[in-house]
């Protein structure tokens, strides 16, 4: 009953499996022909070889977040528009109805954003 | 046992360990990709349950998106640095509640008889897609709407910090 | 039994996958110092073998045995993880691209949403790595990277949508006979530019490369990284440019299509023109500020896709009926 989804997992999972090995068994192996000469001076940022200027991890911007918290919402929509895309052409007019009522709630949330001025970086 | 319930049990283990280090760890920043390995690994069960576009969706949503959001969180925060697990004087009182909790939800998941689906299972996409726009189309109209608040909210939540 | 064969088979695969993606790095790292060398009226490194064949496989030998430098307070796992998180989604990616209609690696039936889904994993390889080298300079890098790849992200996916919604179907094998008379390009240009434009933003070319800037971030967030940790994020960047102009080949100029020639052969020849415009477009613009970018981003391209998604929506209705 699941066996096209089961086989297709097994796959993925054979799959991600090699990608993953094949870069760590790389670094692993070169190990022993890299040299690690580990030194104070190496193990400093770079900062085009000055001192480090700053202490990093200060607290930044909040765009950054804010963002990430509309990017979510759309994401979600954009999902929402995928699942009913296919089948869209199917369905008729009054499909097309619902979706451009789906679109302009979302349309709506990017509109409100805008105006508030949230879209502006720094 | 089939080779599908291997599989759904290898990735519970998986995910079960994933969760449990997420909540142990005392690195903040470890516990949110133990979280992103977790739904990875839920995307797997699902995908498995021949739920392949709620799968996809997890992993585009979830990983791709709320792991970014919390990582984002805590970066700009300047946390990230060995904390303490949260202590409180109610530790006695939390572990018996999480305990009571716990044995409720696995006494609820182990009892209930789920029924099981005969047959062939539809195709996951063409059905949802119809299922939206036909028999569900209040639901997904509700969910534009609901969006449509989560964006007002989440800058309303956002911007008053600013003061 | 036929498990561990499906098991063995995407195993195999994915080392076929990897070395791919490494080979591809290998020829566009120097496609693009060639390219960008006749573009710039020069003519690029051509000592190293015939014509500098060999030129990016002495740079890929360096990188094997070079010291592996950590900076003194990288966490340690971050760190590790942060490139592997970018490199290994961008191959994943390729296990629905069919290369000519029957050779894909597995066609899922949500091939084109598990092709977008995936790379969202490397925005949390490239937070880690910009914060796992305790660097402000990489660190940065890494969020400006994070930030631009999530703004782009909604258009392109729009745009997609679009093509899902002509095509019928989120299996990546049905697109190729969907655009049998007519490719995509045609019906659905404006989905076409936005795609095109939003994935340079997603792989960090120019014009939309301010997180790797050379002149103002050092390197972003791999400044820290040496050695093979480092290649592995240029793996990541070429893997993802040529799986990305793969999936536009796919989606908008047929994919295998074509009279006479194989299949293999149209769509490695079209994916590489794509990729040539990419690399075309690199040298010739100057880059945009990041605020510029966010703006792009937000106030034209995700209007443009909604309102694009639409306008092709009324019209794939008026048309089809």
Same mark, same amino acid.
């Given at each position: 009953?699941?066996?096209? &989804?089961?086989?297709?997992?097994? =796959?993925? /999972?054979?799959?991600?499996? $090699?990608?993953? +090995?094949?870069?760590?068994?790389?670094? @692993?192996?070169?190990?022993?022909?890299?040299?690690?000469?580990?030194?104070?001076?190496?193990?400093?940022?770079?900062?085009?070889?000055?001192?480090?200027?700053?202490?990093?991890?200060?607290?930044?911007?909040?765009?950054? &977040?804010?963002?990430?918290?509309? =990017?979510? /919402?759309?994401?979600?929509? $954009?999902?929402? +528009?995928?699942?009913?895309?296919?089948? @869209?052409?199917?369905?008729?007019?009054?499909?097309?109805?619902?979706?451009?009522?789906?679109?302009?709630?979302?349309?709506?949330?990017?509109?409100?954003?805008?105006?508030?001025?949230?879209?502006?970086?720094? | 046992?089939?080779?599908?319930?291997?599989?759904?049990?290898?990735?519970?283990?998986?995910?079960?360990?994933?969760?449990?280090?997420?909540?142990?760890?005392?690195?903040?920043?470890?516990?949110?990709?133990?979280?992103?390995?977790?739904?990875?690994?839920?995307?797997?069960?699902?995908?498995?349950?021949?739920?392949?576009?709620?799968?996809?969706?997890?992993?585009?949503?979830?990983?791709?998106?709320?792991?970014?959001?919390?990582?984002?969180?805590?970066?700009?925060?300047?946390?990230?640095?060995?904390?303490?697990?949260?202590?409180?004087?109610?530790?006695?009182?939390?572990?018996?509640?999480?305990?009571?909790?716990?044995?409720?939800?696995?006494?609820?998941?182990?009892?209930?008889?789920?029924?099981?689906?005969?047959?062939?299972?539809?195709?996951?996409?063409?059905?949802?897609?119809?299922?939206?726009?036909?028999?569900?189309?209040?639901?997904?109209?509700?969910?534009?709407?609901?969006?449509?608040?989560?964006?007002?909210?989440?800058?309303?939540?956002?911007?008053?910090?600013?003061? | 039994?036929?498990?561990?064969?499906?098991?063995?088979?995407?195993?195999?695969?994915?080392?076929?996958?990897?070395?791919?993606?490494?080979?591809?790095?290998?020829?566009?790292?120097?496609?693009?110092?060639?390219?960008?060398?006749?573009?710039?009226?020069?003519?690029?490194?051509?000592?190293?073998?015939?014509?500098?064949?060999?030129?990016?496989?002495?740079?890929?030998?360096?990188?094997?045995?070079?010291?592996?430098?950590?900076?003194?307070?990288?966490?340690?796992?971050?760190?590790?993880?942060?490139?592997?998180?970018?490199?290994?989604?961008?191959?994943?990616?390729?296990?629905?691209?069919?290369?000519?209609?029957?050779?894909?690696?597995?066609?899922?039936?949500?091939?084109?949403?598990?092709?977008?889904?995936?790379?969202?994993?490397?925005?949390?390889?490239?937070?880690?790595?910009?914060?796992?080298?305790?660097?402000?300079?990489?660190?940065?890098?890494?969020?400006?990277?994070?930030?631009?790849?999530?703004?782009?992200?909604?258009?392109?996916?729009?745009?997609?949508?679009?093509?899902?919604?002509?095509?019928?179907?989120?299996?990546?094998?049905?697109?190729?006979?969907?655009?049998?008379?007519?490719?995509?390009?045609?019906?659905?240009?404006?989905?076409?530019?936005?795609?095109?434009?939003?994935?340079?933003?997603?792989?960090?070319?120019?014009?939309?490369?301010?997180?790797?800037?050379?002149?103002?971030?050092?390197?972003?967030?791999?400044?820290?990284?040496?050695?093979?940790?480092?290649?592995?994020?240029?793996?990541?960047?070429?893997?993802?440019?040529?799986?990305?102009?793969?999936?536009?080949?796919?989606?908008?100029?047929?994919?295998?299509?074509?009279?006479?020639?194989?299949?293999?052969?149209?769509?490695?020849?079209?994916?590489?023109?794509?990729?040539?415009?990419?690399?075309?477009?690199?040298?010739?613009?100057?880059?945009?500020?990041?605020?510029?970018?966010?703006?792009?981003?937000?106030?034209?391209?995700?209007?443009?896709?909604?309102?694009?998604?639409?306008?092709?929506?009324?019209?794939?209705?008026?048309?089809?009926?």
């Amino acid at each position: 009953m699941n066996e096209p &989804y089961q086989s297709d997992v097994v =796959f993925l /999972v054979g799959f991600a499996f $090699a990608v993953v +090995l094949l870069p760590l068994v790389a670094l @692993l192996v070169f190990r022993w022909v890299r040299p690690t000469h580990p030194g104070a001076l190496k193990a400093q940022s770079y900062e085009s070889g000055m001192p480090q200027a700053s202490a990093p991890r200060r607290p930044f911007h909040m765009a950054y &977040y804010t963002f990430a918290l509309i =990017f979510i /919402v759309f994401d979600v929509e $954009a999902l929402l +528009l995928f699942a009913i895309a296919p089948v @869209l052409r199917d369905l008729g007019w009054s499909a097309l109805a619902e979706v451009g009522g789906f679109v302009l709630l979302v349309a709506g949330g990017l509109f409100y954003a805008w105006r508030k001025g949230v879209l502006v970086w720094r | 046992m089939t080779a599908s319930d291997v599989l759904f049990i290898i990735f519970g283990v998986i995910a079960a360990a994933c969760a449990l280090y997420g909540v142990l760890t005392r690195y903040l920043l470890r516990s949110i990709v133990a979280l992103g390995a977790f739904l990875t690994a839920v995307a797997g069960e699902f995908y498995l349950l021949a739920a392949d576009f709620v799968a996809v969706v997890q992993i585009f949503v979830y990983v791709g998106g709320i792991v970014v959001l919390m990582l984002f969180a805590l970066m700009l925060s300047t946390s990230g640095e060995r904390q303490p697990l949260a202590g409180s004087d109610r530790r006695g009182l939390g572990s018996l509640l999480a305990y009571v909790l716990g044995g409720m939800v696995v006494w609820a998941t182990v009892g209930t008889r789920l029924p099981v689906v005969p047959g062939r299972l539809p195709a996951s996409v063409p059905y949802l897609g119809r299922a939206l726009l036909g028999g569900q189309v209040f639901a997904f109209e509700v969910l534009g709407v609901i969006l449509l608040a989560a964006v007002v909210a989440a800058l309303a939540l956002v911007r008053s910090e600013r003061l | 039994m036929s498990t561990v064969l499906t098991l063995g088979e995407g195993f195999g695969l994915g080392v076929v996958a990897f070395t791919l993606v490494g080979a591809i790095t290998t020829v566009f790292v120097l496609l693009e110092r060639r390219v960008s060398a006749r573009i710039q009226m020069r003519v690029g490194p051509t000592r190293t073998g015939p014509h500098g064949l060999l030129q990016t496989i002495a740079d890929i030998v360096k990188l094997l045995v070079k010291e592996d430098v950590r900076p003194e307070y990288a966490d340690p796992v971050a760190f590790r993880l942060g490139p592997m998180l970018t490199a290994v989604p961008a191959v994943l990616s390729f296990v629905v691209i069919p290369f000519g209609a029957p050779l894909v690696m597995r066609a899922l039936n949500v091939g084109i949403v598990y092709f977008l889904a995936v790379p969202g994993m490397t925005v949390v390889g490239l937070l880690l790595a910009g914060w796992a080298s305790y660097d402000n300079y990489s660190f940065l890098g890494g969020l400006r990277s994070s930030a631009q790849f999530i703004s782009y992200e909604i258009p392109r996916t729009l745009a997609v949508v679009t093509v899902v919604m002509l095509a019928g179907s989120l299996n990546t094998v049905d697109l190729l006979d969907a655009q049998k008379p007519v490719p995509y390009i045609v019906l659905l240009p404006v989905s076409f530019v936005i795609y095109m434009a939003t994935t340079l933003a997603e792989v960090n070319r120019i014009p939309f490369d301010i997180p790797e800037a050379e002149s103002e971030l050092v390197a972003g967030y791999h400044t820290e990284y040496s050695g093979f940790r480092w290649s592995l994020f240029f793996l990541a960047e070429y893997g993802a440019l040529y799986a990305a102009a793969a999936f536009a080949t796919l989606l908008f100029l047929g994919g295998g299509n074509g009279p006479v020639l194989p299949a293999v052969v149209w769509f490695v020849g079209k994916s590489l023109v794509v990729v040539f415009v990419f690399m075309w477009v690199r040298w010739t613009l100057p880059r945009f500020r990041a605020d510029q970018l966010m703006r792009l981003a937000w106030k034209v391209f995700l209007p443009a896709s909604l309102v694009n998604l639409v306008l092709a929506a009324f019209v794939m209705m008026a048309v089809g009926s």
